[in-house]
């Protein structure tokens, strides 16, 4: 008797754990689902081909992560100097302009947790393309500078979604 009652006492303590874990996912989920509330850049045509503005640099942000390889799953979510800039999913990007300069870059993404990554660039120059991914073994996005835009761009790549889904 003593020893069903022990494995009944193990069966709820297990029971305990799973609901507290699943309690901590969601609530870690639902907070990722937040949308920042920053002030936004404004989102100008995506059309590659608009000219740029005087003055201004064009700043491209892609999501390089590719739906068929099944990494980076989620937006990632960026922002210069704490000004939001719209999520971009997996193969979407979205442009820009700015003010040559140095900014605070935070780039960051939630699964299952939240990880983010902030740094200080220099925008100068006609244009700037960022890559911003998941690498497939790592738990947080990183960003890289591109010189080009990757061949597949015009086939692959979809402008970012529209500000109020952000």
Request: with cysteine; hydrophobic share 40%.
């Amino acid at each position: 008797m003593t020893d069903q009652s022990s494995r009944n006492a193990l069966w709820r303590r297990l029971l305990v754990v799973i609901a507290l874990t699943s309690l901590t996912t969601l609530t870690a989920l639902g907070a990722g689902c937040k949308t920042p509330d920053r002030p936004h850049f404004p989102i100008p045509d995506q059309s590659l081909s608009i000219p740029i503005p005087d003055g201004l640099t064009r700043v491209v942000f892609l999501n390089t992560n590719y739906q068929s390889e099944g990494a980076g799953s989620g937006p990632i979510r960026i922002q210069l100097d704490g000004q939001q800039v719209p999520s971009v999913w997996s193969e979407r990007y979205v442009q820009i302009f700015v003010v040559p300069g140095d900014y605070d870059l935070l780039i960051e993404q939630s699964n299952v947790f939240f990880f983010k990554q902030r740094d200080r660039i220099t925008i100068e120059g006609g244009r700037l393309l960022i890559s911003v991914f998941k690498p497939f073994f790592a738990v947080y996005p990183v960003y890289e500078i591109l010189d080009e835009l990757p061949s597949d761009f015009e086939s692959a790549f979809r402008p970012a979604r529209h500000p109020k889904s952000w």
